[in-house]
């Protein structure tokens, strides 16, 4: 299968700082991602759709302005966490379709988790 | 109602037997299904996809489908603990839906 990558693995910060994450697609390109975030025992929720050379689409209810992503290549997706607070804290998780049999077929990376201080 | 509905379990299978965990879906327009499975603490891991109705079998594992009656299953055959996870259904309509996973136990 497709290999996603994702820097850095876990993060701590303190509150009111802003944190970047990288998701990389390692031996294919895609020209979306997606942002996902999960609390503990709790399933995904997806955050956004990040497009390479546009905009990212947003889910209702995530701010735009707080959760700034930046689809630089058709390998790399950036979510930057701004002024992070305890309540961002949780494992930050992207995706990348594959092209498979004809149909998409979403890989994940590894995760981020961020613990916010 | 949901879109995607799944059991949260737990599910408890002693070792070697099979583990079956089910799926329904809301969206009929729905065309691929992934299995995912999650050990606590990581990421989803890609299981198997079907896009067609019937089984798909993959080693131990088989997917089936049945879009008449919009839902989808996986059977793990000779159930071992390390298979012991969450195991997440996920199904694309314009953006792929998660469930909120079956927890599966197999034990010694």
């Known amino acids: 299968g497709a290999v996603v990558s994702q820097h850095p693995s876990w993060v701590i910060c303190k509150s009111g700082t802003s944190v970047k994450i990288e998701c990389r697609s390692l031996d294919f390109q895609a020209t979306t991602m997606f942002w996902y975030r999960q609390f503990p025992k709790q399933s995904l929720m997806l955050m956004a759709t990040s497009n390479e050379g546009s905009k990212a689409t947003y889910e209702q209810g995530v701010e735009k302005d707080k959760f700034l992503i930046n689809h630089a290549s058709l390998t790399l997706s950036t979510l930057t966490v701004t002024s992070a607070h305890p309540e961002d804290s949780s494992f930050y998780i992207c995706?990348?379709?594959?092209?498979?049999?004809?149909?998409?077929?979403?890989?994940f990376g590894p995760g981020t988790r961020l613990t916010v201080l | 109602q949901k879109e995607v509905e799944q059991n949260s379990g737990p599910l408890s299978v002693p070792e070697g037997a099979i583990a079956s965990l089910n799926c329904t879906y809301s969206?009929?327009?729905?065309?691929?299904f992934f299995w995912y499975r999650q050990y606590s603490g990581k990421s989803p891991e890609l299981i198997m996809f079907?896009?067609?109705?019937g089984d798909k079998e993959d080693g131990r594992f088989t997917a089936q489908l049945n879009k008449a009656s919009q839902y989808v299953s996986l059977l793990i055959r000779d159930s071992q603990p390390s298979d012991s996870a969450t195991y997440l259904c996920?199904?694309?309509?314009?953006?792929?839906?998660f469930g909120t996973g079956t927890r599966l136990q197999v034990f010694p």
């Open positions: 996920a199904v694309d309509t314009d953006k792929l839906i």
């Open positions: 969206d009929r327009g729905s065309q691929s």
């Open positions: 995706s990348a379709p594959n092209r498979e049999e004809g149909q998409d077929t979403q890989y």
């Open positions: 079907i896009y067609s109705n």
